[in-house]
């Protein structure tokens, strides 16, 4: 499953910044049974637009990781708490997936 959200700047903050907080917290995050990984994505155009993406193996393990997160965890998400908006989009499980399967030149011509 994907937790997906939102994150937007604000002024006098930058996505760097930000960044550098989120990539902190999933490490610690990533340790927790079920962590597939994350993604912090970057709107074209606006810099001070975030989408984070983090997969997990199952609801049951997000939700286990949430409900016994570390203090230290806790400690980098409110550090930077005051200088973004955090939206959740929701929780979202695969539906259906195209994998793109590229040919090599040589077996174009």
Do not use: C
């Not at 994150?7 to 990533?30: M, N, P």
């Not at 709107?43 to 203090?71: C, V, Y």
């Amino acid at each position: 499953m994907k937790y997906i959200f939102e994150v937007q700047i604000k002024e006098g903050f930058t996505a760097e910044e930000y960044a550098d907080a989120w990539v902190r917290a999933s490490q610690l995050i990533q340790q927790a049974p079920g962590a597939m990984g994350t993604e912090l994505l970057q709107k074209i155009g606006d810099e001070n637009s975030l989408i984070a993406i983090a997969t997990w193996h199952s609801k049951t393990e997000r939700d286990a990781m949430q409900a016994e997160h570390t203090f230290a965890i806790d400690k980098i998400i409110q550090s930077v708490a005051p200088f973004v908006g955090i939206r959740p989009l929701g929780e979202f499980k695969e539906f259906r997936e195209v994998v793109a399967s590229y040919a090599d030149d040589d077996e174009l011509s």
